[in-house]
Nanobody
Framework: VRLVESGGGLVQPGESLTLSCTAS????????MHWYRQAPGKERELVAS?????????NYTNAVKGRFTISRDNAKNTLYLQMNTLEPEDTAMYYC????????WGRGTQVTVSS
């Protein structure tokens, strides 16, 4: 199992970013997928989840509801996180996650929101 995140960067408050997670080594469409984040000095938290196959069911932590959108492209084995109206509190390392008997993580991509 390999997960590789990309798309992070430094943005100003109110701007947008789209994160990507390219997956390999497993049948991507079979599994629910998740985005987590971890800010300095804080625990890793679940940001968004999307169900397997058609991804119709999605779930978000309250802090990002209405601003973030999780999606997946099974043909490309890729998970996305569209992040709009970013706030300084969104600054964190963002990780892609899948659970196949145990959790697997990518190395993360840094998102920094600062003026």
């Amino acid at each position: 199992v390999r997960l590789v995140e990309s798309g992070g960067g430094l943005v100003q408050p109110g701007e947008s970013l789209t994160l990507s997670c390219t997956a390999s080594g497993f049948s991507f469409s079979w599994y629910n997928m998740h985005w987590y984040r971890q800010a300095p000095g804080k625990e890793r938290e679940l940001v968004a989840s999307i169900e397997n196959y058609d991804g119709n069911y999605k779930n978000y932590t309250n802090a990002v509801k209405g601003r973030f959108t999780i999606s997946r492209d099974n043909a490309k084995n890729t998970l996305y996180l569209q992040m709009n109206t970013l706030e300084p509190e969104d600054t964190a390392m963002y990780y892609c996650n899948v659970v196949i008997l145990r959790p697997y993580w990518g190395r993360g991509t840094q998102v920094t929101v600062s003026s």
